[in-house]
């Protein structure tokens, strides 16, 4: 008995793993985790870190908010009914920001992490979002994507400069 209800719930799954209102609702989640998370990093690192690196984390706060509200502004668009109730993962998102200490190394590394495992997670909803026929939610999150990539290579410059020991004059300013 129990085998027959289960290819219903399965084709349940699948097809709201489809549904462009589903992917957008599950994709504002992370994103709303991945700020819940630089919000952290500003806070453990304040004041021990340079102005330049607190503009970064201010910066990429900013980001994500931007990115936050158009992703509600596209589900308000698409959404037919209430909002769905997605499940989040946030075992795997705590991993990723495994960093309990304070130094910049450790942060930025959690954030470069935490970043990458995003962009994974959003070319994966925008291979989704044009299977589901949805070009325009599609093209949201492309764009989406490549701020995050503007992200990870401000991340990965400052971990470089961490990692040669230079002062904060060498390194570009969010901007």
């Known amino acids: 008995m129990s085998s027959q209800k ?4 399965n084709g349940w799954a699948q097809q709201r793993a489809t549904d462009p209102v589903f992917i957008l609702e599950r994709h504002l989640t992370d994103t709303l985790e991945l700020q819940r998370h630089v919000q952290q990093v500003r806070i453990r690192s304040h004041g021990g ?9 201010d ?10 509200n158009l ?33 910049p190394r450790e ?4 954030l470069l992490f935490g970043y990458a495992h995003y962009a994974r997670q959003t070319s994966e909803a925008i291979t989704s979002l044009r299977r589901s026929g949805d070009p325009e939610s599609a093209e949201l999150l492309a764009g989406i994507f490549k ?11 400052y971990l470089e400069g961490l990692a040669l020991n230079t002062n904060g004059s060498r390194v570009p300013e969010w901007a």
């Open 6 to 9: 289960a290819p219903a719930v």
């Open 107 to 110: 942060l930025f590394e959690a």
């Open 147 to 157: 701020a995050v990539e503007r992200c990870l290579w401000f991340l990965e410059i």
């Open 71 to 103: 992703i509600r502004n596209r589900l308000a668009c698409c959404r037919t009914e209430g909002p769905h109730i997605v499940e989040t993962s946030s075992s795997s998102y705590r991993r990723l920001f495994d960093a309990d200490g304070f130094e």
């Open 49 to 57: 870190t340079t102005t330049k690196t607190q503009l970064l984390f």
């Open 59 to 68: 910066g990429m706060a900013g980001e994500l908010q931007t990115i936050i």
